[in-house]
């Protein structure tokens, strides 16, 4: 896995949290270190339950986690 990949990865899963958790991840905890299928389960629940501002981040999360996987 590319580092800078896992890192760009892990900053927008952060991200996720700091900005939607109580809005759109509120049944989730996040994780200490993130895999690409953790973030990418983050970007599911962003979709779903998220404003539009929360599905951007979503394919930004989805494509950081392809470039690291």
């Known amino acids: 896995m590319n580092e ?11 991200r996720a949290f700091a900005e939607f958790g109580t809005a759109a991840l509120w049944n989730r905890q996040p994780v200490a270190d993130p895999t690409p299928d953790d973030a990418l389960a983050v970007a599911r629940a962003l979709r779903g339950e998220g404003d ?4 951007r981040l979503a394919e930004d999360i989805e494509a950081a986690a392809h470039a690291a996987h």
């Open 4 to 14: 800078t990949s896992l890192r760009d990865l892990r900053r927008l899963y952060e």
């Open 52 to 55: 539009m501002n929360a599905r």
